[in-house]
């Protein structure tokens, strides 16, 4: 599924495989998107929707709009991304409460790819750590921007193995209700209310959704999740504009999974039913934008967010656990609780010239922040109102401050090249309260060049490659282990990507081969916490996507990806040989859409090839709780989907899932137990503009 859109050469505006859009629906949407007032809700775009946007990156780009979004009918936006060429989510749970992805290879979980709201970090701590806390609810999002190569250098650190961009909704005029319910107990209702002025040139919206359901294996949980928008035009050249969002989600979820008996005995209990995990955030955008002339704009975005996470989690007796054959628990009670503060800005400086009598789009960015971080440790006295000692207190922080510049020169009407340098300077420090305020602090700065090219090989097909120096900085609980500054680098990365992508007809197309060259990775695995203590040292990952794109007649389409990994390995250290943990070596898609009338339908395949849970790349499954050890190989699977929607009206459209259509039973992850991949499911809903 998924087709990433692109413009040609000037004569030509193409459609690069990976969807099943029709390009005439995707042009539609994305003129609909614009007249929604992109223009005085300025925020910033990964990609863009201009004409060209998409030729002029020098990396492989994927775009799923509103309406690919409402033919996958997601969960969570992780159920989106998984059909992404290159990117392997490791759902724990299927709303994907916690972020787990990894992208060409990386291993899913960690640090190395960057997750963007309107382009702003969403992760709780891009440098104090925990960046897995908070991830976007799919019922806010309209388009998803993924961005690889060295185009992603411009927007921050962990651009390693790329950047994902969640645009939000901005409402049309008047008010849309959707609803669904589903497997599980699922209920889900979502409402989005906008209005402008009659001159169209101010607008407010609101977003609002409220979710529960039981959850497979009976994961429930409650979610809220508001977002409200206005925005301005100020005269004809500047316009403002304002977000802010409050979500909150009380899951009955757990870093456990089951153990080895219960998983080939077919359990679909949850291994922790006492355990909570409980979220919340409140975040505040402010954009503005001013073009001074055709050829000079400044773009700006103020923003702040603070994020809650409370994990409370019951003791185990280990002893009594393998007895059992499942998880004992004692009546002790703790709770890993943490809060994360984050403010920041980020403007750009956009100026077209004629320097060297060439064409030259030249940009030039400034970003600073800083984050902070309470973390408590409770041991529950009182565990029907959670209240306790708290006998580890550790506050993170970290100011940081980059500065970008490129400058994309127009050879000729064929050939364009973008170099570019990013430098990012950061300072981290550690204060732990129940150590007499014992503190520690540790700072680094990272060059980081680029340079990228884009060459029309003919009107219809397109070259693009680039190279790039990525990083993903070590965090404070790694850089300052111990109240000691552990002489950590960074985790550096050398990164090359070449790629075709066209149009021909009715046939899309896109290949790209890359490289991901580490001096430095850590890998923070199931098996060892010492290993996130040191420098892991020199690992490789090389591979291929392809997408492919065909409009057949009466009304289908077809598309599939394929993403080739067969080099993610260590190359130094003990583990030497030994392939990533989570790093799959195929990933793959494939897609049959049919479209009559009123009438949409789509069936999916998604394959995700065998993986190691651990870098000692250990291959069976262990068969207890002992130690809290786990790695094991992960078996292939195949799930299939079928998604269809029907127009009844202007007004109304129903629309139903069958999630697993086989009912394939499949290890997603593994992390003290076997976690599950959700059974066949079913869903209906409706959507209903007043």
């Known amino acids: 599924m998924l087709r990433s859109p692109v413009s040609a050469h000037p004569a030509l505006a193409l459609a690069v495989a990976v969807a099943l859009t029709p390009l005439s629906a995707r042009a539609a949407d994305s003129a609909a998107a614009e007249a929604r007032g992109s223009t005085w809700i300025p925020v910033i775009e990964v990609i863009g929707r201009a004409e060209d946007s998409v030729a002029r990156q020098t990396g492989t780009v994927v775009i799923l709009d509103r309406e690919d979004i409402e033919v996958l009918l997601p969960l969570s936006t992780e159920d989106a991304l998984r059909r992404v060429p290159g990117i392997n989510t490791k759902t724990e749970e299927e709303t994907a409460i916690v972020s787990n992805i990894g992208i060409r290879g990386l291993s899913a979980g960690e640090a190395k790819s960057l997750i963007l709201e309107d382009g702003v970090p969403v992760a709780p701590g891009l440098f104090i750590g925990n960046d897995r806390y908070f991830n976007p609810r799919i019922q806010r999002v309209e388009r998803i921007e993924v961005l690889k190569g060295s185009a992603s250098l411009r927007y921050g650190p962990s651009t390693i193995g790329g950047v994902v ?162 998880w004992v628990y004692t009546d002790t009670l703790t709770g890993n609780n943490r809060s994360f503060e984050r403010y920041g800005i980020d403007t750009r400086l956009r100026l077209d010239h004629g320097l060297f009598g060439r064409d030259n789009q030249a940009e030039f960015g400034v970003r600073a922040f800083r984050e902070e971080s309470d973390d408590r440790r409770i041991r529950a006295t009182r565990a029907q109102d959670r209240t306790g000692l708290n006998d580890r207190h550790r506050a993170d922080s970290a100011n940081s401050l980059a500065l970008y510049a490129q400058n994309r020169i127009a050879i000729d009407d064929r050939l364009a090249i973008t170099p570019g340098l990013r430098i990012e300077t950061y300072e981290q420090k550690r204060l732990v309260l129940t150590d007499n305020n014992a503190t520690a602090r540790t700072s680094n700065t990272e060059f980081l060049p680029g340079i990228g090219a884009t060459w029309w090989v003919t009107p219809s097909a397109q070259l693009y490659g680039g190279a790039y120096r990525a990083f993903a900085p070590a965090s404070n609980g790694v850089a300052l282990d111990g109240l000691t500054d552990q002489q950590l680098d960074a985790e550096r990365s050398t990164n090359l990507e070449m790629g075709l992508r066209g149009q021909r007809g009715q046939f899309g197309y896109e290949l790209a081969v890359f490289r991901m060259d580490f001096s430095n990775q850590v890998v923070t695995g199931n098996t060892d916490p010492n290993l996130s203590q040191s420098n892991a040292g020199e690992t490789l990952h090389q591979g291929a996507e392809l997408a492919l794109d065909y409009q057949l007649t009466g009304g289908f389409s077809v598309s599939g990806n394929l993403t080739w990994v067969p080099t993610s390995r260590f190359e130094t250290g003990e583990n030497r040989g030994n392939r990533i943990p989570y790093s799959p070596k195929l990933l793959g898609n494939l897609a049959l859409d049919y479209t009559n009338g009123a009438f949409r339908g789509a069936l999916l395949a998604h394959y995700r090839g065998e993986q190691f849970g651990d870098e000692t790349n250990r291959r069976d499954l262990p068969g207890d709780a002992a130690g809290g050890i786990w790695g094991g190989l992960m078996p292939s699977y195949t799930v299939f989907d079928a998604t269809a929607q029907y127009r009844l009206s202007d007004a109304i459209t129903l629309f139903g899932a069958v999630k697993n259509l086989t009912d394939k039973r499949y290890i997603t992850g593994l992390r003290q137990g076997i976690y599950v991949g959700p059974e066949r499911s079913f869903e209906i809903g409706l959507r209903y503009r007043l």
């Open 165 to 326: 961009n969640f645009l939000t909704k901005t409402p049309d005029d008047g008010v849309l209700v959707s609803g669904r319910v589903g497997s599980f107990s699922t209920r889900e209702l979502t409402v989005e209310a906008g209005g402008s002025n009659p001159s169209g040139d101010a607008f407010a919206g609101v977003v609002a959704t409220h979710a529960r359901g039981d959850g497979f294996m009976d994961r429930g949980y409650e979610m809220v999740d508001v977002m409200a928008k206005a925005g301005t035009a100020i005269g004809e050249r500047q316009s403002v504009g304002f977000k802010a969002s409050y979500y909150e989600n009380d899951a009955n979820i757990s870093y456990r999974g089951l153990l080895l008996g219960e998983y080939l005995a077919g359990s679909t209990r949850n291994p922790a039913p006492d355990d909570f995990y409980l979220t919340d955030r409140k975040a505040i955008d402010l954009n503005h934008r001013i073009d001074f002339s055709d050829a000079l704009s400044l773009s700006t975005v103020v923003y702040w967010s603070e994020t809650s996470r409370d994990y409370w989690r019951y003791n185990v007796d280990t002893a009594a656990s393998n007895a059992a054959g499942r």
